[in-house]
């Protein structure tokens, strides 16, 4: 038999071994060995034993086979064609997003948990009646009262799961071992996997669909079929029955003998979208996600391996699911920011589905009410096939949206937190007993600077973002470095009410119960959904009207439908507006569009039926009402949003119109932290081709005595920026001296 060899990634993240070391593969591993396999070897001079992923297998040694180790075990045997695709996808990764080839598999390999498999055990009869009566009476006669129990109720039931007998018999492992021992018994066990899908999915339920619905099914399944590969973006109202195409298209790929992956963007959105698919899908669907078990995790992509399922539920992670015959991702919500990794690397999941389904030959397909300003680029210039659906399926009409002035609300001396109009629409749906949803803006939460009075806010003069107020007392520019001090008036009108906005869902919670008294209320935020099953809880009870108002924050305000919620307040708009980021005016937009969407959702009732149901209204309440982002969503006018935002990132040479770099410089020492910043924006200097900011403090200059430093990198060509990346990391590996550590993070 031909020797055979492997190249080894090793587990460990550090770019100096960030390369492949090649093993000869025992003769007794052979059969069982494959790309994608973790496997312990022995490392270094001392032949520690360390963990690795095959990445390649040869029979062609790099050095002399006689000096060559061989590898000590297999850890975790995958040898599916699922994983020849992980592994590529990882390497592509590495290229596209910077950090170690071992920081991508650790990402798209799925980890096996060190976790007890899930045994069932039952106990059944295996001897002759003769035999039994013989044991009967030698029980009787010894008073052996267990092991009669026992004998009796296998004698009527032939077999019993263990868990059974020992709760409700009585009967402990030393007295079903005795009869084993005697031949009267044996014991069968499976290994079971943990299933998380606890609640009894629904009856199917026929929907009639509406004729734009059918239209986006009938395109892309046959688009598909005709060998069209592009992505499709599905452009949709809020309420516009996306869920209900999704479910439709997978079905139609799941006919074929594909499997489907789902990736939703908030772990809020899990419990309905799961009951919505269980009612079609049964038992062949699942979920995951960060609040499952290790255990219930692995499980899952055990089960998806094996072929037991056909669909997989969940945010990014459920990405990298390896089913063995993947035939189409469809990515909901895609324009959310979580979908972007906050770890190396700093993938984001719309492009790395995108890669995975070319890798595939698999389907596509993203939808949004409020896509990316960068998908719906690529639908409007052909590289994605747009598909629209503009009206809501129930018949009912987009909300009303009033737009409130809190400076005038100021002015006019309420100082509270909800405007007149807000308060008098909260009284009167709690008087007709229908529901209301109060979204606190919390996002980008890093102290603007605002008037309360004028709605002056403070912003940079190089880079057009707000300045963010710092524990030094300045206002600091999270891009270039800027700043300038916090003065105690207004610059523009001299008034004393200028600070950075504060508020809580907590506080608002409080003032709810204050301003309308035996209300009943739930609140939604990261406090009150910190232990397992507390998303499922809250919104299965506001669901069944056990509440009448849900206050949260961005979470609440993503995909869900509640029929009798028919009032959204919108309570600090401006927070997401100025938050020290380019993209804080779509990030707006998006919030304000899709926490409207969450109102009237019920459609409309017959008359005669007894029920009142409003029409659905939002308040959105700001001091910038005039800005063109909140007037766009109070329209509910994406294509208004779309060409002035367009406008401004042509001007500012922003993502889509051009990509971005950062480049962030960590060190203990701050001498070097700066000398090795100041190295890396040289060797980016170099290339004319790119415009180079900084280097300077980042957001939070240090953590843990840990000094931050950035540098950021401007080009149209993103492939030129993954040169000057590679460029880089190659530099930092030829320095000896440099203990610091580097992160990219490309189009942050």
């Known amino acids: 038999m031909s020797e055979l060899f492997a190249d080894i990634i090793i587990d460990i993240s550090t770019e100096r071994l960030d390369r492949t070391f090649q093993y000869r593969v025992p003769d007794e591993l052979k059969d069982r060995i494959s790309c994608g396999a973790l496997v312990s070897i022995p490392f270094g001079k001392g032949n520690r034993i360390i963990n690795g992923y095959i990445v390649n297998l040869t029979d062609t040694p790099e050095f002399d086979p006689e000096k060559t180790k061989d590898i000590a ?105 005795a009869l084993e021992n005697r031949g009267l018994v044996k014991v069968d066990t499976t290994v079971s996997y943990r299933n998380p899908l606890v609640f009894e999915p629904h009856e199917k339920k026929i929907n009639t669909l509406s004729i734009d619905q059918k239209s986006v099914i009938d395109g892309i399944l046959s688009g598909y079929e005709k060998g069209d590969l592009r992505p499709a973006l599905i452009h949709g109202v809020t309420g516009s029955g996306k869920t209900e195409v999704y479910i439709d298209i997978i079905e139609g790929m799941v006919k074929k003998g594909y499997q489907a992956i789902m990736l939703i963007p908030e772990i809020a959105l899990t419990y309905q979208t799961v009951m919505r698919f269980s009612a079609r899908f049964k038992d062949r669907v699942s979920f995951i996600h960060s609040k499952l078990s290790p255990g219930e995790r692995y499980d899952q992509f055990l089960r998806a391996r094996s072929g037991e399922l056909d ?44 890669k995975l389904a070319s890798l595939w030959g698999a389907a596509f397909v993203m939808g949004s009410a409020t896509p990316s300003v960068e998908s719906y680029l690529k639908a409007m210039n052909g590289t994605y096939n747009l598909y629209e659906m503009p009206e809501r399926i129930t018949g009912g009409e987009l909300p009303v949206v009033y737009t409130v002035d809190l400076r005038k609300e100021l002015a006019n001396g309420n100082r509270s937190i909800f405007s007149e109009r807000l308060r008098s629409l909260m009284e009167d749906r709690l008087s007709h007993r229908e529901q209301i949803m109060l979204f606190l803006n919390r996002r980008g ?64 919670e409080k003032l709810v119960h204050r301003e309308f008294p035996g209300v009943r209320t739930l609140r939604m935020d990261m406090d009150t959904t910190r232990k397992k099953g507390d998303y499922d809880r809250i919104l299965s009870s506001f669901a069944n009207e056990e509440a009448d108002v849900l206050i949260g924050t961005q979470m609440i305000v993503k995909g869900h439908d509640f029929p009798n919620v028919t009032l959204m307040g919108i309570l600090a708009a401006d927070m997401s507006l100025y938050s020290g980021d380019y993209r804080a005016a779509e990030r707006t937009f998006e919030l304000l569009t899709q926490a409207a969407g969450r109102a009237g959702r019920g459609g409309i009732l017959p008359e005669g039926s007894g029920v009142r149901r409003s029409m659905g209204e939002v308040v959105i309440q700001t001091y910038s009402p005039d800005n063109y982002a909140v007037v766009a969503a109070s329209q509910q006018n994406y294509q208004k949003f779309f060409e002035e935002e367009s406008f401004y990132r042509k001007i500012g040479s922003y993502p889509p119109e051009g990509h971005l770099l950062q480049i962030l410089i960590e060190d203990k020492n701050l001498k070097n932290a700066s000398s090795a910043s100041e190295d890396i924006a040289r060797i980016c200097r170099k290339s004319e081709e790119v415009q180079v900011i900084g280097p300077a403090d980042a957001a939070i200059a240090r953590i843990n005595d840990v000094y931050r430093r950035v540098v950021y990198v401007k080009c149209s060509d993103y492939e030129k920026l993954a040169c000057i990346k590679d460029e880089i990391e190659l530099d930092r590996m030829q320095r000896e001296d440099f203990r610091g550590h580097i992160e990219f993070d490309f189009d942050p």
């Open 445 to 508: 939460f890093s102290s603007f600077v605002s008037c309360r009075k004028c709605g002056f806010v403070y912003k940079c003069p190089h880079c057009d973002v707000s300045l963010s107020l710092h524990g030094d007392k300045k206002l600091h520019c999270h891009y270039c470095g800027y700043t300038a001090p916090m003065e105690p008036l207004c610059p523009e009108c001299a008034s004393r009410y200028i600070g950075g906005m504060k508020a809580g869902t907590e506080q608002v």
């Open 73 to 177: 075990g297999i850890k975790d045997d995958n040898s599916e064609k699922a994983v020849g695709r992980l592994l590529s996808l990882a390497a592509w990764m590495k290229h596209h997003y910077g950090g170690t080839l071992i920081q991508s598999l650790k990402v798209v390999l799925p980890k096996k948990t060190p976790v007890k498999q899930v045994e069932q055990k039952t106990i059944r009869l295996t001897a002759d009646k003769k035999t039994i009566d013989v044991y009967v009476k030698e029980f009787e006669k010894k008073h052996q009262v267990a092991r009669l129990r026992l004998m009796y109720a296998l004698m009527e039931a032939g077999a019993m799961d263990k868990k059974l007998i020992t709760s409700k018999l009585a009967v402990g492992t030393p007295v079903i071992k």
């Open 311 to 354: 669909v997989m539920i969940g945010p990014r992670s459920a990405l990298f699911t390896p089913f063995p015959n993947l035939g189409i991702i469809i990515m909901d919500e895609e324009h959310e920011t979580s979908y972007k990794s906050e770890q190396m690397p700093k993938y984001h999941a719309r492009e790395a589905a995108e």
